[in-house]
């Protein structure tokens, strides 16, 4: 159930973004998340082969259970142990703090640098195909990338300790936005803007609008936050908006560096949620 309804969401949010208009698009082909052959990053990337999406998406056999649409890589059998930001017990933090899950750990699962990027589920071509998700054998190059193809070094080795990284899977402004009251007029910290929703579909969406569209409606370069159950954040009933990787990063263009989904220039990214 709980898969569905993200995957619901997901597929209803690719409909609305595609409409969105934005910056000049800087395709994925181009950035350091190409990492076949045909990459021209000068970055991590294995010449075994030419499909670029593979790495993370399959067409047929993805892994339902992952909270991110037809993923390619298996998250259950992970087994990572996770520090959270919230361990850390800042006494100005306000917003509960779940399990790391959702989007965040697809991206993770590169990225805390415990597993292969060509361990997938269906490999590229005829045959490919395990279930369980196999390492694919590739050789890699790159100077943060073993042989094997696991990130073992740099910034882009985020690593399993999260503890100083901005905190993920946290419930926005402290928390008070559910899909009972997706709009709440207190309740939630005053030092944060005002989250948006829409219903697409029949699926409830939120998100925080950037300076590049301040207009109400969901774009590419908005701040998108996640839905996840009350249930993560110990509360009930209900889905609740989190704050996860992908709501500042968009891992598919280089429109802006670093895959942010807006320009950060004037700290334009911290300031769209944080009212300081
Ligand atoms: C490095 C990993 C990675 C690669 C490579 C990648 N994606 Fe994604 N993709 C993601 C993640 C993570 C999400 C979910 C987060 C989100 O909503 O942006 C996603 C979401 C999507 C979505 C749904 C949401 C949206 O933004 O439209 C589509 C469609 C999609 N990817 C298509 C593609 C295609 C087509 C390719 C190859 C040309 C590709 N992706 C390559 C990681 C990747
Ligand atoms: C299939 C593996 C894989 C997945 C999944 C993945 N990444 Fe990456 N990512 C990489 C590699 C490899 C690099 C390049 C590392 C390097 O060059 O040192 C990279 C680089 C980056 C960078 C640095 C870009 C730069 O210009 O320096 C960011 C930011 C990033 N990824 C964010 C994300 C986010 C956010 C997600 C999830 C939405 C994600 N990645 C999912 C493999 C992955
Ligand atoms: C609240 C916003 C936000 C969230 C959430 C976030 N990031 Fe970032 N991230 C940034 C910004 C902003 C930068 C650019 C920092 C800079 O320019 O020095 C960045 C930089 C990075 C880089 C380093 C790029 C480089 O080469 O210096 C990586 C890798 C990365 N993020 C991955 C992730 C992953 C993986 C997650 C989830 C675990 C994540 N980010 C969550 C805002 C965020
Ligand atoms: C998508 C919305 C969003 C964006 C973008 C964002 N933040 Fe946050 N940030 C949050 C939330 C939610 C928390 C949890 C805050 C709390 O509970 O007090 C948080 C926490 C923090 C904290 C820790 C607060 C504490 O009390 O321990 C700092 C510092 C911070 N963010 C700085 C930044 C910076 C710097 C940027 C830009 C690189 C940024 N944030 C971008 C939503 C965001």
């Not at 569905?4 to 973004?17: D, E, I, K, Q, S």
Request: proline share 5%; glycine share 12%; hydrophobic share 30%.
């Amino acid at each position: 159930m709980k898969t569905r309804t993200y995957l619901g969401a997901l597929v209803v949010a690719v409909a609305a973004l595609s409409f969105a208009s934005g910056p000049a698009w800087a395709g994925i082909a181009s950035t350091k998340h190409n990492l076949g052959s045909s990459s021209t990053s000068g970055n991590n990337k294995t010449a075994d082969t030419g499909y670029i999406c593979v790495f993370c998406h399959t067409p047929h056999g993805s892994d339902t259970s992952a909270p991110v649409p037809l993923w390619n890589r298996v998250l259950g059998s992970q087994g990572a142990a996770y520090n959270t930001y919230a361990s850390l017990g800042t006494s100005t933090l306000d917003s509960k703090q779940a399990a790391i899950g959702s989007v965040s750990l697809a991206c993770l699962s590169c990225h805390d640098g415990t597993q292969a990027m060509d361990v997938m589920i269906n490999a590229p071509g005829s045959g490919g195909y395990n279930a369980t998700g196999t390492d694919a054998g590739f050789n890699w190059t790159g100077s943060s990338v073993n042989a094997g193809g696991t990130i073992t070094a740099g910034i882009t080795l985020i690593g399993t300790d999260l503890r100083n990284d901005h905190p993920i899977g946290t419930q926005y402004a402290g928390g008070g936005y559910t899909s009972t009251t997706p709009a709440p007029t207190s309740g939630n910290d005053p030092d944060f803007n005002a989250a948006k929703n829409t219903t697409i579909g029949s699926t409830l969406v939120w998100w925080v609008d950037t300076s590049t569209g301040v207009n109400g409606t969901r774009e590419k370069t908005d701040m998108i936050l996640y839905s996840r159950p009350s249930t993560d954040f110990a509360g009930g009933g209900t889905t609740e908006p989190s704050v996860e990787c992908a709501s500042c990063h968009d891992p598919h263009t280089s429109a802006n560096p670093t895959f942010l989904r807006t320009s950060n220039v004037g700290s334009a990214v911290c300031l769209a949620c944080h009212n300081k």
